[in-house]
């Protein structure tokens, strides 16, 4: 079974300052990792995915993820955060052979003027 | 790039009405799926398709069907609705096949709201 924790339903951060989204994961195989965001009444947009290879990525809108296997974690960092930043972010976890995502329950990001 | 085309954006619906909710992709993927979205529960599978009339349940298929009856397109179709089945219903599509790294494409989303 896989399942994903994502801490902080609600995040606030001022314009500028470090974005860290936490995703925590649980996966008897190897896992491939993704973010999704989600802008007001809008589908789910990849960030960016972990499946095999450099565990630093780096995705769209300049934010990247570490997937750290010691630690059962893939958080989300971006260095300086935007106004058009705002939104609901989304961890999930799948694997090989697994035709399922299994979704975190999201981190609505807000920025602070 | 993969289009993911969900008839309806928003409906309003009585208890009881039969609901259908279509999906639509351009992509030739294998893989269909069904998802709904409630705050603070994140996104929970309905059904999902790996085949043209094949279906598998998801982790809270009580409620629904779905049909697929060609590759593109993908029904989710409730046949009594009930108010606690308001809420944002969510179309995604995988590709298949060796070598998939099990990226979804997401529609725009349906949001439904059941009187």
């Known amino acids: 079974a896989q399942s994903v924790t994502q801490l902080g339903s609600h995040v606030s951060v001022s314009e500028g300052a470090l974005v860290l989204l936490r995703c925590n994961y649980s996966?008897?195989?190897?896992?491939?990792l993704f973010w999704y965001v989600q802008y007001p009444n809008q589908g789910l947009q990849l960030l960016l995915k972990?499946?095999?290879?450099?565990?630093l990525v780096k995705g769209i809108n300049g934010f990247e993820a570490e997937f750290k296997k010691s630690e059962t974690s893939f958080h989300l960092t971006k260095p300086s955060a935007h106004m058009s930043d705002a939104a609901e972010y989304f961890c999930?976890?799948?694997?090989?052979?697994?035709?399922?995502?299994?979704f975190g329950t999201g981190t609505r990001l807000t920025i602070i003027p | 790039d993969v289009k993911v085309t969900q008839s309806s954006r928003y409906l309003v619906k009585r208890t009881g009405e039969k609901v259908f909710l279509e999906c639509v992709q351009d992509?030739?993927?294998?893989?269909m799926f069904w998802y709904r979205q409630d705050p603070g529960l994140g996104l929970r599978l309905i059904y999902f398709?790996?085949?043209?009339?094949?279906?598998e349940k998801g982790d809270i298929p009580e409620g629904y069907s779905v049909s697929r009856e060609k590759k593109e397109r993908f029904s989710l179709i409730l046949e009594s609705a009930s108010t606690n089945q308001t809420s944002m219903y969510l179309c995604?599509?995988?590709?298949?096949?060796?070598?998939?790294?099990?990226?979804?494409?997401f529609g725009e989303g349906s949001r439904l709201t059941v009187l």
């Open positions: 999930a976890v799948s694997n090989f052979g697994n035709e399922k995502l299994t």
């Open positions: 996966s008897s195989v190897p896992p491939y």
């Open positions: 972990y499946t095999t290879g450099a565990t």
């Open positions: 992509m030739d993927h294998e893989n």
């Open positions: 398709s790996y085949d043209v009339k094949m279906k």
């Open positions: 995604a599509t995988k590709a298949g096949g060796v070598g998939n790294t099990g990226e979804l494409f």
